[in-house]
């Protein structure tokens, strides 16, 4: 088959799915993917597209064809004068802070991690944080798409939008992305602040503070009383005889903290709590006691991004903004009590009301809560009932991560399912790019 590569085990970043695909490939430009949907065809096998392996539910794995978009990458056009940017999907978003920066550009938001590929990143409706800044599905302007049907499809706002406004959230279903463009905007810095808080209080008054921030953010640890707050305020990048980015030693410090302080500790206890549940209440309040009062000022998109060398799977929903503090109070009442089960911080987060069909973000205001757990072997007991106060406060799994809704369940909460749905059968008729899991998530 057309751009075969060395078959193997195909793992994920968290490392709770592998797959065993009849054949892995990997394209490098778009005739290339056109040739292997035709040939999977041809050969009766399905063929799903994998990016980086950052999701934790079952969207890449298949028995048929892994189509690794990993050389599909780097940068396609540049126009400086609208500050947009098309990439080729299989470039990382640390790749495209990189290309950005060389042209004095940025993206306006970004998630917590740079690791994800841009066309994995928008399959799912990844996110950051910001009432007032859009998810990465909101910051893109056109994309193309090479479909089962032997199409090279662009869309944009203005050509097929309604076409592109289901591309935003894609799944991975209506076809391969080849490239996207992306509205980014000038070069920024952004100031954090890190505080510790009540969480009481916190929650009391959480929309207010969202409202606020530029960028708000909290993490919570389950058996403690205190919230860790992060706040980012946007400041434009002013020339360099105002202002320089934050020096090499500062930064340097900043990473040695992350590194050290916290996420050592949180991979040292994550181990010590995976073997003695029982002492994990006890290893939180420890943790707890590493996050300390911070404030940095970085180019924007080294703030937005924090490392990751912890290896973890997550839940998370997206609730109506109004209902995120009830949600948080039910949650902690529930970890507090099983509190040997969650050995990370419960993060929440915001996002305005999002334009993709299939974003959870569609059409409200929203606030992201992220449950994480060590290693390979989340608690079910713990996700099944927090999975139930999430749904109960009117939430919207994640796509990329663990839940357990089907499509009799997602379909009443997306005003445009059926269109959705009736796109993706006019773009892949045979349902070539369909695995098990998505058959069970749009119910085709
Ligand atoms: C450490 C970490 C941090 C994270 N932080 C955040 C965060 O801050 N905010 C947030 O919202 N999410 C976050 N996530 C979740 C993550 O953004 C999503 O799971 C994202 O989809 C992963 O992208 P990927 O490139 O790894 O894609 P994969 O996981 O490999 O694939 C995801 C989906 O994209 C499809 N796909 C990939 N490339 C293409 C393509 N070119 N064309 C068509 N389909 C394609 C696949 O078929 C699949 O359906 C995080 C995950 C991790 C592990």
């Known amino acids: 088959m057309t751009a075969r590569v060395k078959n193997g085990t195909w793992r994920s970043w968290g490392g709770n799915l592998t797959a065993d695909p009849t054949v892995r490939v990997r394209p490098t430009s778009s005739d290339e993917v056109l040739r292997v949907l035709s040939e999977a065809h041809e050969q009766g096998l399905c063929a799903r597209p994998g990016g980086s392996g950052h999701s934790c539910a079952p969207l890449v794995p298949t028995e048929g064809v892994l189509l690794d978009t990993s050389a599909l990458k780097g940068l396609v056009s540049v126009d400086e004068d609208h500050q947009r940017v098309t990439v080729f999907a299989g470039t990382t978003l640390q790749e495209l802070n990189l290309i950005l920066e060389q042209h ?3 993206l306006a938001n ?15 409706g990844t996110h950051g944080t910001g009432l007032g800044q859009p998810s990465l599905g909101g910051q ?4 193309s798409l090479a479909t089962p049907t032997g199409e090279l499809i662009s869309c944009s706002e203005t050509h097929r939008p309604d076409l592109f406004d ?12 080849v490239s996207v463009t992306f509205q980014c905007v000038s070069a920024f810095r952004l100031h954090c602040a890190e505080f510790r808080e009540p969480i009481g209080a916190l929650l009391d008054t959480l929309q207010e503070r969202m409202s606020a921030a530029d960028h708000f953010e909290f993490s919570w640890m389950p058996g403690t009383t205190t919230a860790h707050t992060r706040i980012l305020s946007r400041l434009h990048r002013l020339p360099d005889t105002y202002t ?7 930064r340097a410090l900043r990473r040695a903290d992350d590194a050290v302080l916290r996420t050592s500790l949180t991979a040292g206890l994550g181990r010590v709590g995976n073997l003695i549940p029982r002492a994990v209440n006890g290893l939180n309040r420890i943790e707890s006691l590493a996050e300390s009062f911070r404030r940095y000022t970085d180019v924007s998109y080294r703030v937005f991004t924090v490392a990751r060398p912890v290896r973890y799977v997550a839940a998370e929903y997206a609730l109506p903004l109004e209902a995120t503090a009830s949600a948080v109070r039910e949650l902690k009442v529930l970890a507090d009590a099983h509190v040997y089960d969650l050995s990370f911080p419960l993060t929440v987060r915001c996002a305005p009301p999002d334009p993709g069909f299939l974003s959870p973000a569609a059409g409200r205001y929203t606030g992201w809560i992220n449950l994480r757990q060590y290693g390979r072997r989340p608690s079910q007991s713990f996700l099944t009932a927090a999975e139930r106060i999430l749904v109960d406060h009117g939430g919207r799994p994640h796509w990329g991560t663990l839940h357990t809704r089907t499509a009799a369940d997602l379909a009443p909460l997306y005003p445009r399912w059926e269109e959705f749905l009736a796109l993706r059968a006019e773009l892949d008729p045979h349902g070539l790019l369909l695995n098990e899991h998505t058959h069970r998530l749009l119910g085709v």
């Open 104 to 106: 004095g550009l940025a």
């Open 244 to 250: 320089r980015p934050a020096s090499p030693i500062s």
């Open 110 to 124: 970004l998630p917590d991690s740079s690791h994800m590929s841009v066309g994995g990143a928008l399959a799912t």
């Open 140 to 143: 893109v302007i056109g994309l």
């Open 166 to 177: 289901a591309a935003r959230v894609h799944l991975g279903v209506l076809g391969v992305v």
